[in-house]
């Protein structure tokens, strides 16, 4: 009895069985064997081992495994020990009784007294987790060997595995590329880096992420990006199971156009001008280098409203309204402001942006320079100062030169027996005066325009009767100048200053376009907006000065000796329309003539 409480106390999971084919009695358990089996002692002891544990046909058979009763009795016949192949039982839960998948290792030990078998020690092992493990191995190698894309995985450092799409890339086989052996393929400038990331990762338990180069069969290297997760499912080894995808078609279009980028970002930072360019709400995404050697500023500090503080105070609305607006309607940017140098002082520039569409038509960044131009602003602001004093210096004695000339030709007609080359002189003399009065007296309005001075002094006026009263003063030299259109039109504005423009339109059609002596004028009234134009039949202009005329100073040809003029009349014809909120405008083709035009809304500011 001791024996017996001793023998079931022995470490070990075995049952003593009696030779009685076929019943093959329990004479004895050990605690482990219960344990493992969750029987109990008194339940199995005197009775058969395939009572106890009956033929399981409906389990799923496991093709290595050989029965139990033909181990058994080959363990009688042979007088051996009988190892058998790993072997599926499954049992009931003891909490649930449902069964449950087990596996077993099985050895059958004869104890021979007298030449016989007198027990056979039947030992058991569960090795459910063991076989666990084989199978997901066996189902993860064949899933990963039917995946396009390669996988690896490695325990600690070492690879361990390799799929079949890892083989066919870079030709090596599932031995070569254990342990270390993948190494062979990385690029020789990779392998450190890819190291070094792989144990940083390990050490931190992270994701391993990366794009190296790997060898292809073919004798190229080419571009793969390796996503590796870690897992510590196997006891406390840590495992990363990694894909590796071939993306080197996309890696080398991507440098590509890294280096057109680059090329490019080379000729902005070369070009005198700053270059900036914002996504399509006007965010900055990029300044050239002269940008930061003008503004002393870093790349966070001209960020929206960082770009503001950037303007001169005075500027600042004007400049973020223009920018608005280009922003909401796609139109170009132009325009003068002053920016703040590294130094502090503001200095000006001419900003133009343009924007740049996608294949839909949408705007998707903005491109756009700014181009010192403080010089140019200096020198202008010079040159008006000085006319500004010149033409009020010049005004006073020119208009006492004109009234005595006045006076002296009025006394020579008057006289009745002047010297006809006298009389002739005075004329001349008197008509110099004139033109150099216009001139003094353009230089004067446009010095009143730039410092903001030129006030309307607006009545009610039949604009058809002033119209035709302009036109008499040059009907002279054969010229016939015909005006069409509505007669009863009134209009409130400032009538001097309308006859300027008329004046100016007729006096350019009279210079201008001298080859032909027809000039037709036109009032139109279309939808509360009055329309003059003043159609000549001259040489017409050159479409590409057109967008310059109402420029200030411009003159189509500079050189041209024969015409007396600043370029100024159109300039301040446009001032004193804007004034009245009208439009001014030419249509104009080479040979087929001019007709200069503008508006005037009916109501407003009556
Ligand atoms: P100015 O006559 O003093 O030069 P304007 O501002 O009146 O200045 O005109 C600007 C320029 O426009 C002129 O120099 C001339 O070259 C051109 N121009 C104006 N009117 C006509 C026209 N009817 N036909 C052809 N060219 C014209």
Same mark, same amino acid.
């Given at each position: 009895?001791?024996?017996?409480?001793?023998?079931?106390? &022995?470490?070990? !999971?075995?049952?003593?069985?009696?030779?009685?084919?076929?019943?093959?009695?329990?004479?004895?358990?050990?605690? #482990?064997?219960?344990?493992?089996?969750?029987?109990?002692?008194?339940?199995?002891?005197? %009775?058969?081992?395939?009572?106890?544990?009956?033929?399981q046909?409906?389990?799923?058979? /496991?093709?290595e495994?050989?029965?139990?009763?033909?181990? +058994?009795?080959?363990?009688?016949?042979?007088?051996?020990?009988?190892?058998?192949?790993?072997?599926?039982?499954?049992?009931?839960?003891?909490?649930?009784?449902?069964?449950?998948?087990?596996?077993w290792?099985? !050895?059958?030990?004869?104890?021979?007294? =007298?030449?016989? $078998?007198?027990?056979?020690?039947?030992?058991?092992?569960?090795v459910?987790? =063991?076989?666990?493990?084989?199978?997901?191995?066996?189902?993860?190698?064949?899933?990963?060997?039917?995946?396009?894309? &390669?996988?690896?995985?490695?325990?600690?450092? &070492?690879? /361990?595995?390799?799929?079949? @799409?890892?083989?066919?890339?870079?030709?090596?086989?599932?031995?070569?590329? +254990?342990?270390?052996?993948?190494?062979?393929?990385?690029?020789?400038?990779?392998?450190e880096?890819?190291?070094?990331?792989?144990?940083?990762?390990?050490q931190? &338990?992270?994701?391993?992420?990366?794009k190296?180069r790997?060898?292809?069969?073919?004798?190229n290297?080419?571009w793969?990006?390796?996503?590796?997760?870690?897992?510590?499912?196997?006891?406390?080894?840590?495992?990363?199971?990694?894909?590796?995808?071939?993306?080197?078609d996309?890696?080398?279009?991507?440098?590509?156009?890294?280096?057109?980028?680059?090329?490019? %970002?080379?000729? @902005?930072?070369s070009?005198?001008?700053?270059?900036w360019?914002? !996504?399509?709400?006007?965010?900055?995404?990029?300044?050239?280098k002269?940008?930061?050697?003008?503004?002393?500023?870093?790349?966070?500090?001209?960020?929206?409203?960082?770009?503001?503080?950037?303007?001169?105070?005075?500027?600042?609305d004007?400049?973020?309204q223009?920018?608005?607006?280009?922003?909401?309607?796609?139109?170009?940017?132009?325009?003068?402001?002053?920016?703040?140098?590294?130094?502090g002082?503001y200095v000006?520039?001419?900003?133009?942006?343009?924007?740049?569409?996608?294949?839909?038509?949408?705007?998707?960044?903005w491109?756009?320079?700014?181009?010192?131009?403080?010089?140019?602003?200096?020198?202008?602001?010079?040159?008006?100062?000085?006319?500004?004093?010149?033409?009020?210096?010049?005004?006073?004695?020119?208009?006492?030169?004109? @009234?005595?000339?006045?006076?002296?030709n009025?006394?020579?007609?008057?006289?009745?027996?002047?010297?006809?080359?006298?009389?002739?002189?005075?004329?001349?003399?008197?008509?110099?005066?004139?033109?150099?009065?216009?001139?003094?007296?353009?230089?004067? !309005?446009?010095?009143?325009?730039?410092?903001?001075?030129?006030?309307l *002094?607006?009545?009610?006026?039949?604009?058809?009767?002033?119209?035709?009263?302009?036109?008499?003063?040059?009907?002279?030299?054969?010229?016939?100048?015909?005006?069409?259109?509505?007669?009863?039109i009134?209009?409130?504005?400032?009538?001097?200053?309308?006859?300027? $423009?008329?004046?100016?339109?007729?006096?350019?059609?009279?210079?201008?376009? *001298?080859?032909?002596?027809?000039? /037709?004028?036109?009032?139109?009234?279309?939808?509360?907006?009055?329309?003059?134009?003043?159609?000549?039949?001259?040489?017409?202009?050159?479409?590409?000065?057109?967008?310059?005329?109402?420029?200030?100073?411009?003159r189509?040809?500079?050189? #041209?000796?024969?015409?007396?003029?600043?370029?100024?009349? +159109?300039?301040?014809?446009?001032?004193?329309?804007?004034?009245?909120?009208?439009?001014?405008?030419?249509?104009s083709?080479?040979?087929?003539?001019?007709?200069?035009?503008?508006?005037?809304?009916?109501?407003?500011?009556?």
């Amino acid at each position: 009895m001791a024996l017996a409480v001793l023998f079931r106390q &022995m470490p070990g !999971n075995f049952l003593i069985l009696r030779p009685d084919n076929p019943h093959f009695t329990i004479i004895e358990a050990s605690e #482990g064997y219960n344990l493992i089996t969750h029987t109990h002692r008194d339940d199995i002891i005197g %009775r058969s081992l395939f009572e106890v544990f009956p033929d399981q046909h409906d389990s799923p058979s /496991d093709h290595e495994t050989i029965d139990l009763r033909t181990s +058994l009795l080959a363990v009688l016949s042979t007088k051996q020990c009988q190892e058998m192949p790993v072997h599926r039982y499954d049992l009931p839960t003891p909490a649930t009784g449902e069964l449950q998948e087990k596996y077993w290792s099985i !050895n059958n030990k004869p104890v021979i007294t =007298n030449g016989e $078998v007198a027990y056979i020690i039947h030992v058991t092992e569960d090795v459910t987790e =063991n076989r666990m493990l084989q199978i997901s191995e066996s189902y993860f190698r064949a899933i990963a060997d039917e995946t396009p894309f &390669m996988v690896w995985r490695c325990v600690g450092g &070492m690879c /361990d595995y390799v799929n079949k @799409a890892w083989c066919d890339f870079t030709g090596l086989t599932f031995n070569e590329s +254990l342990g270390l052996g993948f190494n062979k393929a990385f690029h020789p400038d990779d392998v450190e880096r890819e190291w070094k990331l792989y144990e940083h990762a390990m050490q931190n &338990m992270a994701v391993y992420e990366s794009k190296y180069r790997v060898l292809h069969k073919d004798g190229n290297y080419r571009w793969v990006i390796t996503s590796a997760a870690p897992h510590t499912t196997r006891g406390n080894t840590l495992e990363y199971i990694g894909s590796l995808v071939d993306i080197n078609d996309q890696e080398l279009a991507k440098q590509r156009v890294e280096e057109s980028e680059n090329q490019l %970002r080379q000729l @902005a930072d070369s070009i005198i001008q700053m270059v900036w360019v914002t !996504n399509a709400r006007g965010m900055h995404e990029y300044y050239n280098k002269r940008w930061y050697e003008f503004t002393g500023e870093d790349f966070e500090h001209t960020q929206g409203e960082g770009w503001n503080q950037m303007f001169h105070p005075d500027d600042r609305d004007r400049a973020w309204q223009r920018w608005q607006h280009s922003l909401n309607t796609g139109e170009l940017y132009e325009i003068e402001y002053r920016l703040r140098k590294y130094t502090g002082e503001y200095v000006w520039v001419l900003g133009r942006a343009a924007p740049y569409y996608d294949n839909d038509g949408n705007i998707i960044k903005w491109f756009g320079t700014c181009t010192d131009i403080n010089e140019q602003k200096e020198l202008q602001q010079h040159k008006d100062d000085f006319i500004s004093v010149a033409s009020h210096e010049l005004k006073t004695p020119l208009t006492s030169l004109s @009234a005595s000339l006045q006076i002296l030709n009025r006394q020579i007609k008057a006289s009745g027996n002047a010297d006809p080359i006298m009389f002739k002189m005075g004329e001349a003399a008197q008509n110099q005066a004139r033109k150099l009065t216009k001139l003094v007296s353009d230089l004067l !309005n446009v010095t009143k325009i730039e410092q903001g001075q030129m006030i309307l *002094s607006k009545s009610t006026f039949n604009l058809f009767e002033l119209v035709a009263a302009c036109c008499n003063h040059f009907r002279v030299d054969g010229y016939a100048i015909n005006v069409n259109g509505k007669h009863n039109i009134c209009i409130c504005a400032d009538e001097l200053k309308i006859e300027q $423009v008329v004046a100016n339109f007729i006096g350019n059609a009279v210079k201008y376009a *001298s080859q032909s002596k027809f000039i /037709d004028v036109s009032i139109q009234e279309v939808d509360n907006v009055i329309k003059v134009a003043v159609q000549d039949y001259g040489k017409g202009i050159d479409p590409n000065k057109v967008p310059h005329l109402f420029d200030r100073y411009y003159r189509v040809d500079y050189n #041209g000796k024969q015409y007396s003029g600043l370029g100024l009349g +159109l300039y301040i014809s446009k001032q004193i329309i804007i004034k009245h909120d009208g439009q001014i405008g030419v249509d104009s083709e080479v040979g087929q003539g001019a007709n200069f035009w503008f508006t005037l809304p009916l109501n407003v500011n009556q």
